[in-house]
């Protein structure tokens, strides 16, 4: 493994690895993936020639990994593997941490690009660290004591939710990270609906700041893998032109926050019929929680 060549590509995060092939990695080249990712968050494998069970079996030696839990695949007929083909830019060109709407989300994703247009179609990544260090210590102070409901509203499935804190810890670093997306996270639990709109339209848009991101330029066989604990990314829709990426999602990330909310959850009193969607939607999840931890004790 010494004669791997590391190149990071910008201060935030990212890093292109040449100089291995990862079609039959084995645990020592597992194992310096893992040290590299908690590095450089997102690493990018180019010229890789791997077929589909080389890419669930190199998945599977970083945890157990699932296609999607809302999505078909067009093509691939594999279990294990989520697909995405775009031709016009069908692409999911919003910031998002993969799959944040389950109560344990996606430890990291393994991505092949298949095929790619010659111009257009980038990804870009942000470093949710990096973003949280760079608020200023009392929206720090108050975002980590805050959490934020989270659905698959963008699948059509705005019943599978989950709640997460707004500021979690990486269980390996310990490093704080803004966990709150554009894509999935829906509302402030504990603030009303519109204090929560205002806040997470702030944050959503401090994670695009610049300075946190990498933007990559794919080239075919390239492989990307990334951290979702502490990152999100973005699809620019900008080409034409065929474009398929096949997915392995690391699942069973447990998010653990900073420390417990000192504000309980805020629910409209009275006139629920009357409340937002919103509104609806946070009083009817809390209602499942306190009835699913009756039935526990």
Known sequence: MADWQITRLAGALGAEIRGVALGDAGADVVARIKALLLEHQVLFFPAQDISIDQHVALGQQFGPIESHPNLKNPFTQHDKVFELAATRGGVADEWHTDITFQEQPSLMSILH???????????????????????????????????????????????????????????????????????????????????????LDYLTAWVKNPRFTVRYRWTPGTIAIWDNRCTQHFVLND????????????????????????????????????A??????????????????????
Not at 127 to 138: F, N, T, V
Not at 260 to 271: I, K, N, Q
Not at 276 to 297: K, P
């Open 239 to 274: 080409f034409e032109g065929e474009r398929i990426i096949q997915r392995v999602t690391v699942m069973g990330d447990v998010v653990q926050g900073v420390g417990p909310s000192p504000w309980e959850p805020w629910v409209r009193p009275g006139r629920t019929s009357a």
């Open 113 to 199: 690009m298949v095929a790619c247009p010659d111009v257009g179609g980038d990804t870009m990544w942000s470093s949710l660290g990096q973003a949280y260090a760079e608020l200023s210590p009392p929206m720090q102070n108050l975002c980590e004591g805050l959490s934020a409901l989270h659905d698959a509203h963008p699948h059509g499935r705005s019943d599978k939710m989950a709640i997460h804190p707004v500021i979690r810890l990486h269980p390996e670093t310990g490093r704080k990270a803004l966990y709150v997306n554009e894509h999935f996270t829906r509302r402030i639990v504990e603030m009303n609906a519109t204090e929560s709109q205002v806040v």
């Open 276 to 297: 937002s969607r919103l509104d609806r939607q946070l009083h009817h999840f809390m209602r499942a929680q306190r009835a699913d931890d009756a039935s526990e004790g």
